[in-house]
Structures are given as C-alpha cells and as structure tokens.
C-alpha cells in the first residue's frame, strides 16, 4: 500500500460514512455483549430492512463505551443521542419517534437527578474523561479496518517511516514521558532505546511484545482496549518494531478473553491484506508481522520475564532483574515488552507530537522522563459506585473527581470508605486521601500504586482486613513458588488474617504481619512477592484500630465477620410469621406461629438468611 492508496481508502470510508442520515453504534464490548447486544444490532438491521431503511441508516457495532453500568448502549451519531438499557422491544419506537419523527423516546435516555441527558457529551460520566488511549471507542466498527482509515488511521506510521530514523523516534518517546501503563512505571522510550542499543552491541534481532495477559480482579482495561481499537495497538507495536529493529512481534493474551482475540485475529488479518503487516511495508524495506499468543490464564504471567518464559513453552515463572529484558528476553534475544495501553498511545504520540503529549498530566518530562506522568490513564472503575464502567482520565485528577464526579459517588446513600488502587497488590487508600492526585510517584508515596489501573471503590459496610484476606488469598494462589518470601510470606499473611476474622486474633498479630510484609517486599524475586503484601501493610496503616477491634475486642465494625458477629431477633417487632425458621438452614430459630423467635446462637452459623427474608425488620446483627 501507498500513502495515496491510504488516502483514498480514507476518502472513500469518510464518504460511505457521511452517506447515512445517522449511524446507530451499538456497544459490543464485553459487558454489553454479555447483556445480549449482538441481538439489537441484528434486531436493528432486521427492522430498518422492513422498512426499507438501510440505506439511510447504518448500524455499527462498536467496542466498549464505557459506561457499563448502563448497558446495553446505542449512541446516534452525529446527534450523540445516548440509549441505556436497551433490548429488543425498544427498537422499532427509537427508529418511528427519533429517526423517523426527530424526537428521542425519553423514557430510554439517560437520566441525572431525576431528569433526563439526551447528548452523551453532556453525561457526567464523561464530562472529566480525556481519551487518548480510547480515543476511538464507540465510533469504529473494530472488525472494519476502512473505519480506521476513516480516524487517520496507519498515516502516523507512514509518516514516522518514510520522514524519521529509528533514533528519532525513540527520542520522540522519550521526550512523550510515556511511562509503561502496565503497573511498572517505566519511561517506554528509555526501555526502547536499551533494546536499540542491546541489538547494536550483539546483532541479535530483537522482538517487540504485547502483554494483554490482564488478570487483575474485576480489571477490563486492556481487553476494552483491544475489543474497541485492535488497530492502534497493531500500530503501536509497528512504531515500536521500527525503532528497535525487530521484523517480528507477538502478543500475549489470555485464553479468557474470546471477544478481544477474536478481533485481534481479525485486525491482524485485515492489516496483512493491505500490506500493513508483512514486507515492505509501504514499499520502504521495513517487514514485520505479529503472532498471537493464548495465555492459560496465569496471574504471574503478568510479569515480563515469566510472560516470556510462558510462551517459551518453559514454566511461567520470573527470573532476577540483574539480566534485563531489553538485553536478554524473549529466547535470549533482545525483546521490547510493554502492556496494550502503552502501545495504544504511540501513535498519537508520533502524530501529535512527543511535547503535546507531555503537556497533560503531572511534571516535567522534557528532561527526564521519570520526572512526572504524562498523558492519561485508562481505569476500570468498579465496586460500591453508582457509575461502573472504563474511565480514561488525565494524570493529576484527584481520587475525588474519579470516584465521585464520575463515578457518581457511593450508592444507597452508604459512606466512602476506602479505594484499592493497582490491582492485587496496591494499597488501599482512606477518605483522607481522596483530594490526592493519580499518578505514579503520589500514589507509591501513600502506600498504593498505578498498577494497571484496577480502581475498587469500599463503601463503609466494608471489612478492611476481609479484604487484606481477600487480595492476599488470591496471590497465594497465584504466586508461582519459585521464591521462598512470596510464597512462605503469603501463606503466613493468610494464617494470620484467617485466624483474626475467625476470632482468634492474638496480641502481636499486627506486628507480625508488619514484619512480614516488610521482609516480602525487599526480598522476593519479582513484583509479584514484592508488592503482594500492600493490601495488608495499607490498611494496617489506614485501618489499624479495625485491626485492634477484631484482635482485642472481638469486634468487627463492618460486621461481616461471622465469627465476631451475632443475629438476635428484636421482641417488638417479631410477629410470629414464622418465615425466618422456616428458611433457617439449620434450624436454629425456635418459635410458634404468632408468637416471639428466638435465635439459638449455640446452632446459629451466622449465614445471614434469617434477615434477608424478614419482612418486618425484626433481625438485628450484632
């Protein structure tokens, strides 16, 4: 392909675009999927069919949107007319109403306080978000490489390879400040040109890589990335081959994520086709093709060096830091590994310019890239908060902002308690710290981290070391074994937590865990084990009085541990129904009909059922 045959191909896609009255994009991501959105696009173009439409009316099917609370999602563009919570009965009176008779249905919009938001510019959720790495989200089909041609598409790459030297374009990535959006930190520009340098001074050729092996709880950045736009992270790894040297790259995803390699397959296809991906690409003698590889699913084959030895066909397990990547990855050759969000911003780096991109977020990075965070960071924003969803926001917001103006804040009327950070391994953070900025170095000074962007709102029925348990019992099983202080350490934190949520705390625990912690993070062999105690160390440093009260008290706050906890029936309000001993799994509710209860607390397993199925408020826990 030239740059005129691009051109022209975005010519024409601009051309069929503008074509239609209206494009309806539907949301396919994952989420959306999940909640039958396949079936409206179909149900869409069935209806717009009999009515002889579909030659006004284009139906796309998109990649995430973001607000996944609310899907799924149809945006009438150019209008940005915002459907929530649509299903298939809806369709024939959005398409008679608003594309036939100009007035959106109401009652589907988006409703704030009560009243309605028909734009979805004008959605709270949006207003602070600033997409670069989602840049494309919910305005391409990302099955359809025309559509992004149609965004610009490839034309950076283009650039970059007929006007620049591999060293200029480092440099442009160095200058960006793009530090790596994989949890690490680490400036991108500084890794690519040590890989540069390590294939000078060896002649091996180099590899580039793609980590899509997200396997944090409850994070969906990466996979919304790719489900959205698989073509900026193909042409992400393009930028990065070119600069390094390397004629092949893989990328690492796991097996989990069908939707998303579905598309990657498919995109990767559709680039070999048009010559982007191969040899000669646009006739300057640059080659280059990707390999998808499938991970099992292994939460360590997160980290760089165990993600090489897994596609190696060698067990996932990481290896000591003294021997680097850039110099000695992938099969010993030197290899360029960064995460999907990384390689999702190179190319509107090299098309807007290192300096533009170094102008958002926090710092002065001209100098030194370590000097700060620039640009965005993609987060997948879940738990006890009203708007769950893919938030993309600028370095330097507050955890406030996140949590309350896009999030729209804790719902049933519930107290913010505390927010995780990092996936895992981060720290959770206390109300204290909500008006402090996101970005790499803040948060490591608190006791958290960036991480990958998993963000976890606690509201305040939250038990804090439930939670240490919760994390800490996760990287057990995750942790590969290889190093004695990850995985002893893990288990011991876990004997520790078990027995204070059971009850049996003893004076010292606290101190004990410290000291565990502490030893795990200074002597474990990678991240993983160096950063697995954070969940602990951070609430002990937020939350200790939560940790005396279990340990001296025999009391949790929160009441969620049943060990510490006790359902009691209140006499006045009993009035004999009988439906609580009726649902009792173990028969511990004594009583007649219309006369008082009583919980046997000798049988009682604190399950919690007895309160659920009162109509009449009459369980209290204790």
Not at 5 to 31: H, I, P, R, W
Not at 64 to 83: D, L
Not at 251 to 258: D, F, L
Not at 385 to 399: D, K, Q, S, Y
Request: with cysteine.
């Amino acid at each position: 392909m030239t740059i005129d045959q691009l051109k022209q191909m975005q010519q024409k896609a601009l051309e069929e675009y503008e074509n239609y009255s209206a494009a309806l994009m539907v949301c396919t991501g994952t989420a959306c999927v999940a909640n039958k959105s396949f079936n409206l696009v179909k149900a869409l173009n069935e209806e717009l069919e009999k009515r002889n439409l579909l030659e006004k009316y284009l139906v796309v099917p998109t990649g995430c949107n973001g607000f996944c609370a609310q899907g799924p999602i149809m945006v009438v563009q150019p209008e940005g007319i915002f459907y929530e919570e649509l299903t298939i009965s809806d369709i024939p009176e959005i398409i008679e109403k608003h594309l036939l008779g100009g007035e959106p249905v109401q009652r589907l919009l988006y409703h704030h306080n009560g009243v309605a938001v028909p734009k979805m510019e004008n959605i709270p959720f949006f207003g602070k978000q600033k997409l670069l790495a989602l840049r494309h989200k919910g305005m391409i089909n990302p099955e359809k490489i025309e559509d992004y041609f149609r965004l610009d598409g490839y034309q950076a790459l283009h650039k970059l390879l007929t006007t620049m030297k591999p060293e200029e374009v480092i440099t442009e990535i160095i200058r960006s400040g793009i530090r790596g959006r994989g949890g690490g930190g680490f400036p991108a520009g500084v890794k690519w040109q040590s890989c540069a340098q390590a294939v000078e001074k060896t002649g091996y050729p180099p590899s580039v890589i793609c980590n899509a092996d997200e396997g944090d709880p409850g994070a969906f950045m990466d996979r919304s990335i790719i489900e959205a736009d698989p073509h900026c992270v193909i042409e992400g790894m393009l930028t990065g081959a070119y600069a390094v040297g390397a004629s092949r790259g893989y990328i690492y995803i796991r097996k989990e994520y069908p939707l998303a390699m579905q598309r990657l397959i498919i995109a990767i296809s559709q680039s070999r086709e048009y010559g982007l991906l191969g040899k000669n690409i646009f006739n300057t003698g640059f080659d280059f093709d990707i390999v998808v590889h499938r991970g099992a699913g292994a939460f360590v084959c997160g980290e760089s060096s165990a993600l090489m030895a897994s596609m190696a066909g060698n067990p996932g397990e990481p290896r000591a830091k003294y021997v680097r990547s850039v110099e000695r990855g992938y099969k010993d050759r030197p290899t360029v590994l960064n995460n999907v969000e990384t390689w999702a911003n190179i190319p509107l780096i090299m098309e807007k310019g290192a300096q533009w991109f170094a102008s958002i977020g926090t710092g002065d990075v001209s100098e030194n890239p370590w000097n700060g965070s620039s640009g965005t960071k993609v987060f997948s924003l879940v738990g006890d908060v009203n708007n769950i969803g893919l938030v993309e926001v600028p370095m330097g917001i507050t955890l406030r902002e996140i949590i309350y103006d896009i999030g729209g804040g804790i719902p049933d009327g519930k107290e913010f308690k505390g927010v995780q950070t990092g996936g895992p391994s981060g720290g959770v953070l206390p109300a204290d710290k909500l008006d402090l900025p996101v970005d790499f170095d803040t948060l490591t000074e608190v006791g958290s981290m960036m991480g990958s962007g998993g963000m976890v709102v606690m509201d305040d029925s939250t038990c804090m070391i439930q939670v240490a348990k919760y994390f800490v019992d996760f990287l057990k099983d995750e942790s590969c074994g290889k190093c004695t202080p990850c995985r002893e350490g893990l288990v011991a934190l876990g004997t520790i937590l078990d027995r204070i949520t059971n009850g049996d705390g003893r004076q010292g625990d606290i101190e004990l865990l410290e000291e565990y912690g502490q030893n795990m993070s200074e002597s474990s062999l990678c991240a993983l084990g160096q950063t697995a105690a954070n969940p602990v160390l951070s609430t002990i440093r937020y939350f200790r009085k939560e940790y005396e009260d279990h340990i001296r008290e025999g009391k949790c706050s929160a009441l969620k541990c049943k060990a510490l906890i006790e359902y009691r029936i209140i006499a006045d309000n009993c009035t004999g129904c009988t439906i609580c001993a009726r649902n009792c799994p173990v028969d511990a509710i004594e009583g007649s009909l219309k006369e008082q209860h009583m919980i046997d607390q000798e049988k009682c397993i604190h399950c919690g059922v007895c309160r659920e199925v009162c109509n009449f408020d009459a369980v209290e826990v204790l």
